[in-house]
C-alpha cells in the first residue's frame, strides 16, 4: 500500500500541499498512468496541428502577403521549424528546474509558456498591419512553443513502459503515441467547420484565431489532469522506485551520448513520414488550388486510420517483438517512398491512397517510435534520456521536414519527396542494425 507521509528530498511547499490534497490510498494501476499519458500528449499534438495548418492556411496569406504563395509557405515552414530548433534549449532549462523545483512545478512553468505563447498568436497582427513586426512576433511566439515544449516532459511514457503488465510491453509503449492522431483530428476538425461556415474573408481576418485560444483552454485542462497525477504520492514513490529522476543532462550526455544519437536516429522513418503526410500534403495541394475544406476531411479520415494502425503496432509489437515492427515498417515506408509521394498529383482517387497508406504506415512505424531505446539507458539516466532523445528525434527526423519536402517537389518534383523520405527509412534501419540489443531490452 501506498504511504502518503513519503516525501522526496527535491519537494517544494507547493508540490507538497499538491499531494496532501491528492493523497489517496490505494495502488497506482497502468490504467490510471495511461490516462494521463493520452491527456497530456493529446494537448500536445493539438497545439503542435493547430500551428501546422494555420503555418499552410493562414501565415502565407496574413504574414508573408509580399511574397508568391509558393515562397510564403515556405517561410512559414522555416518559420515552424524554429520550435524544434528551441526545443533543446528548453529541455535543458527545464530539467534544471526540475532538479531544483520539482516535476510539478517544471511543467506547470513548462505548460503555462506554451499555452501563453498558442494563444498569443491569436492575437499576431497582419503583415498589412503591422509590418516586419508582424514577422517578428510570429517567429517569438514559434520559438516561445518550442522553447516550453522542451519543458513537457514529465515521465509519464516512461513511467507507463515500466509498469506495463509482463507481455504487454509493446502495448503499452504505443498509448503515447495515440495522441499525434488524436491530436490531428481535432485540429483538422476544428479548421474544416470554419473554413465551410466562414467566407474566406472572414477566415483570414478572425476567423482562424479560435483554435488558438482552444488550444491554450485544452492546455490548462491538461495542466491541472497531469499534475492531479504526478502531485500524488503514489506516483512520485513510483517515480522514486524507478529511478525515474532529473539527473544532471551534460553528465547524462557524458556517459550515454552515444544512446542519444542512435535513439534520434531509430525512429527517422516514423518522423519524416509524420510530416508528409500532414503538414506537406496540404499545402501541396492549396497551391495547386484545390479546396483546403476537402482535404482536411482526408486528414480526419486519416488520423482515425492513424489511430487504429497505432493500435494495430502494440499487438504486433507484443506478439513480434517492437524492433521487429520498427524495421518492418522502415522497410515499407521505404517500399512506399518509391511510388506514393507520385499520387499526389493524379487527382482525388490518388490523393485518398496516399494519405490512407501513409497513415496506415506511419500508424505502426509511429506507434513504436516512443522510447525505442529507453531500455538501454542506465536507470540513472533514463528520465533525462529519454526526454532528450525525444527532442532530438523531432529535431532531426521531423523539423524541417515540411520545408524540404515542399523545396525539394516545388524544383524537382513529387518523386524528390520519395527520395527524401527513403533516406529517413534508411537511417532508421541503420541505427536498428547498429544496436540490435534493443530489441531484447524493449521486446
Known sequence: MVSTTMEPASSTPLERDARLINAREHRIKPGEIAVGVVIGRTSEFFDFFVYAIASVLVFPSVIFPFVDALTGTLYSFAMFALAFIARPIGAFLFLWID??????????????????????MAFLPSYQSAGILAVLLLGLFRIGQGFATGGTWDGLPSLLALNAPPGRRGWFAMIPQLGAPLGLLVASAVFAFLLTTLSTADFLDWGWRYPFFVAFAINVVALFARLRLISTP?????????????????????????????????????????HLVTVFPLSWVILHDEPPARFLVIEIVGAVVGVVAVMLSGLLADRIGRRTVLGVSAALIAAYSGFAPQLLGKGSAGEWTYMMLGFLQRGLAFGQSSGAVNGSFSTRHRYPGAGMTATAAWLIGAGFAPLAALLLASNFGLIAVGAYLLSGAICTLAALGINREWGNKSA
Open 99 to 120: 532538479r531544483r523545483h520539482g516535476r510539478g512545478v517544471k511543467l506547470t512553468i513548462a505548460l503555462f509558456l506554451l499555452g501563453g505563447s498558442t494563444m498569443a
Open 234 to 274: 503514489g506516483f512520485e514513490q513510483l517515480y522514486e522506485s524507478r529511478e525515474l529522476q532529473p539527473s544532471p543532462v551534460v553528465e547524462m550526455f557524458r556517459e550515454e551520448g552515444r544512446t542519444v544519437v542512435l535513439g534520434a536516429f531509430a525512429p527517422l522513418a516514423s518522423f519524416a513520414l509524420f
